[in-house]
């Protein structure tokens, strides 16, 4: 889940550096919070385009409140469906996590209700964990709510993503923690995400996965990764674009990538940070295999097959981005 | 409640199952065949290929052919394990509880990801209560899912002998416009009719006045329709059309009762001598340049 928006927060950027993806050439990337539901088939081209291979699209709240279960239904069955389905069309292997966001835990009839229709998907293929859950306002039914999915997490074996408030974020995320070793869940199966300078040291001490979102005005800067990278190493450490549908931007992980290594950090360990971290921690669901996306799919997408012209995959023909015609 | 047998059938799959998972798997997945809960046959069907894997299944050969006999059109060619697991769990619902057996079903369905999606829709033929699915059917024609809609249109006996003409109209106008293999499509040939014929004139106009191509297999579907307009469009492909597009020209006449279409592919001798001489047919037609 990102942002609670205000225009406050939007400061005027300046360009420092002009934006060229070549360094980075040649690299993968894998994106581990990324809500493609909200974002449009230029951006899967344009990530496709700078080397993003992977994704994970957890669950979130969708900007307002659904009022009933079945939207919860068709959104998870849209993430294990449509959303993988449209992903594939661009090459790149979509995986989601399943969760009830903290927003919606407050509203407890629903709640319950979509408790009782977790099971249902959290044992589909592809999906990687439960997420993102944890805290928002912080209230007695984000806590049960929360306590309850930890609970499935550690009957189903899954890693837990775990989404850490805006407000308040420094003990949100310390309650978070607290609340997971309590139900005896072991730090290596869970991710606390959107972390800052503030909170990512406890996090590493701890054991646990440290993730970081890059996302313009409301989370962390790319310039302050840079420097979180150089500070921590690379060891737990992932990052995301968490893009959706507030201003965000879905090739985060990439410029990045393209930043860290302006300013020299290594290319290991920026494949760590950008690609492998986030795959072995994952990975733990049992339900990532890097084979599905190091052999590059096909991307001749009017390749002929059995005398016909078909579009392997279901692959989406390219438009001519540079013409006016449209054809 | 069905329209084959389904009890063979069901032991014939499980048997093949059987053979294709170790004995852990079966073991777990056998208890599931007994469980009354809704609930275990949800979590068992999504989980499947974790307990299963997902290699392509192991060929029994006498198995196999009494499978595809006892369903005919069906085929477990390409199936993998955790498909063929799923399709084992399915076939050992109890069908006489006409209501639950549907719902426990189609609630499948309703939470389906996109492999559940294909084991369900190719499932399609072997269900009890067969025209209690037209519905669920017609609304996988709908799908903008490829794999989805290859698994109602491609080797699957269900909307042949159940969808009334209208909704296979869809089907095969889908199959057009998402670039299916047609010649992969069962009945296509059988179930022409006037009005999707005429359907796909239009179409085919409607792509002339764009600009884009047309899959040469449309024509195949008006050549029991002849009539002036038809004739005029014969022409064009026989006078300014590629190579393929002359070849399904010369198909279409060939197979038309028209004697205006009939003679005017006399005037393609070469076109007609390889029908005559079995070099030319629908899966032969050159390929696009």
Known sequence: ?327 | MFDYDAERFRVLITELTRSNVTEETWHWLSEKFLAPETSAINSAFSMMPRKTGKLPIIRNNQLWVEIEKLKPGFTLEGWTIDRLGRLCLLLQLDPTDKEKYVKTIENLFLAAEVNELVVLYSSLPLFAWPELWLMRCAEGVRSNIGLVLEAIMYNNPYPISYLDEKAWNQLILKAFFTGKDLNRISGIDERANAELASTLVDFAHERWAANRKINPHLWRLTSKFIDDDLLTDLKRLFEEGSLRDRQAAALTAYQSDSDSAKSLLKSYPELLKAIENKELNWSSLTPEE
């Open chain 1, 1 to 327: 889940m990102c942002c609670s928006h205000s225009f406050d927060d939007r400061k005027p950027q300046i360009v420092a550096e002009a934006m060229n993806l070549d360094i980075i050439k040649g690299m993968k990337f894998f994106d581990p919070h990324v809500h493609m539901s909200s974002r449009t088939t230029d951006d899967y081209q344009a990530m496709a385009d700078a080397g993003i291979v992977a994704l994970i699209e957890p669950a979130f709240w969708l900007g307002q409140p659904r009022t009933g279960i079945d939207s919860f239904r068709d959104y998870y069955s849209s993430l294990v469906g449509w959303e993988r389905f449209r992903s594939s069309q661009f090459g790149i292997k979509h995986y989601c996590t399943i969760g009830l966001n903290s927003r919606e835990a407050n509203n407890e009839r629903l709640a319950e209700e979509v408790m009782e229709l977790l099971p249902l998907f959290i044992y589909k293929e592809g999906v990687v964990g439960i997420g993102e859950i944890g805290f928002d306002d912080q209230t007695a039914a984000e806590d049960k709510y929360y306590r309850m999915q930890l609970e499935l997490a550690k009957e189903a074996g899954l890693p837990i993503q775990i989404h850490t408030p805006h407000r308040d974020k420094k003990k949100g995320t310390q309650r978070s923690m607290d609340i997971a070793i309590e139900h005896g869940i072991d730090p290596k199966m869970v991710i606390i995400d959107h972390n800052n300078e503030e909170t990512v040291k406890e996090v590493l001490d701890r054991g646990f996965w440290a993730a970081f979102t890059i996302y313009p005005f409301t989370k962390m800067g790319n310039e302050r990764m840079v420097e979180l990278a150089k500070l921590y190493g690379p060891e737990r450490i992932m990052i995301n674009s968490a893009a959706d549908w507030g201003i965000s931007d879905p090739l985060a992980v990439p410029k990045t990538a393209a930043l860290m290594k302006l300013k020299g950090i290594s290319d290991e360990d920026i494949k760590m940070i950008t690609y492998s971290n986030a795959i072995a921690a994952f990975a733990q669901s049992g339900q990532i295999d890097e084979n599905d996306f190091i052999t590059p799919l096909s991307v001749d997408q009017t390749e002929k097959f059995a005398g016909n012209t078909v579009l392997r995959g279901g692959q989406q023909p390219r438009t001519d981005k540079s013409s006016i015609i449209i054809s």
